[in-house]
Nanobody
């Protein structure tokens, strides 16, 4: 089992910045990739960014490229999302996600509880 706890959400004006954190605990050695998703009211959950846990390869949704930066601190089992130049359309609940693999090559996905980000115009 892996437990994920997000923090860092809040209310910010358009053009501002926020940094989200996701702290992982439990069987963190089994994590292969972590990422951020978001869900706005009335919309489906969508991919924002991800990072491989060992190599640090990053991937971004087109809507956030150049504005958001994903990073991780393996020593502290924490992932971050630095969000700059925020726009009202970035308003959503942001969820942390972790993918794991066990000794039998079974993959599992874990989710955090979410943190609210609100961007005012």
């Amino acid at each position: 089992q892996v437990q994920l706890v997000e923090s860092g959400g809040g209310l910010v004006q358009a053009g501002g910045s926020l940094r989200l954190s996701c702290a992982a605990s439990g069987r963190t050695f089994s994590i292969t990739r972590m990422g951020w998703f978001r869900q706005a009211p009335g919309k489906e959950r969508e991919f924002v960014a991800s990072i491989t846990w060992t190599g640090g390869l990053t991937y971004y949704a087109d809507s956030v490229k150049g504005r958001f930066t994903i990073s991780r601190d393996n020593a502290n089992n924490t992932m971050y999302l630095q969000m700059n130049s925020l726009r009202p359309e970035d308003t959503a609940v942001y969820y942390c996600n972790a993918q794991t693999i066990d000794d039998y090559q079974h993959r599992r996905t874990y989710w955090g509880q979410g943190t609210q980000v609100a961007v005012s115009s």
